[in-house]
């Protein structure tokens, strides 16, 4: 059974920098052929799609992590991260990675409904 662990989350001041991690643990049969994502969620609000990465390389951000923030998969260490820049207090909240043997989820949209495997979350919080 593939289990995902994020790592990496912590306390920042605005304009700072974090990278999270998602190591893969155990046998995925779809690791040719797969999209993985980070995801975002603040209590009271829903899950929403930051970046994803296809098995392929191809990327895709939302709008608010365009510029900011930079998915990125080490395959031999399988293991998917995400840098974030410049993060805003707006970017407080738990994120979490996912995946998915399917790489057209890499889609249009970064949508939580399409991937399948998650993570437990890692918290971020940014501090004026």
């Known amino acids: 059974q593939v289990q995902l662990v994020e790592s990496g989350g912590g306390s920042v001041q605005a304009g700072g920098s974090l990278r999270l991690s998602c190591a893969v643990f155990?046998?995925?049969?779809?690791?040719?052929?797969?999209?993985m994502g980070w995801f975002r969620q603040v209590p009271g609000k829903e899950r929403e799609g930051v970046a994803a990465i296809d098995s392929g390389g191809r990327t895709k951000y939302a709008e608010f992590a365009r510029g900011r923030f930079t998915i990125s998969q080490d395959n031999g260490e399988n293991t998917l991260y995400l840098q974030m820049n410049s993060l805003k207090l707006e970017d407080t909240a738990m994120y979490y990675c996912?995946?998915?043997?399917?790489?057209?989820?890499?889609?249009?949209?970064?949508?939580?409904?399409?991937?399948?495997?998650w993570g437990q979350g890692t918290q971020v919080t940014v501090s004026s």
């Open positions: 996912a995946a998915v043997p399917n790489p057209a989820a890499c889609g249009q949209t970064i949508s939580p409904g399409r991937f399948s495997i």
């Open positions: 155990g046998y995925a049969y779809w690791r040719y052929s797969y999209c």
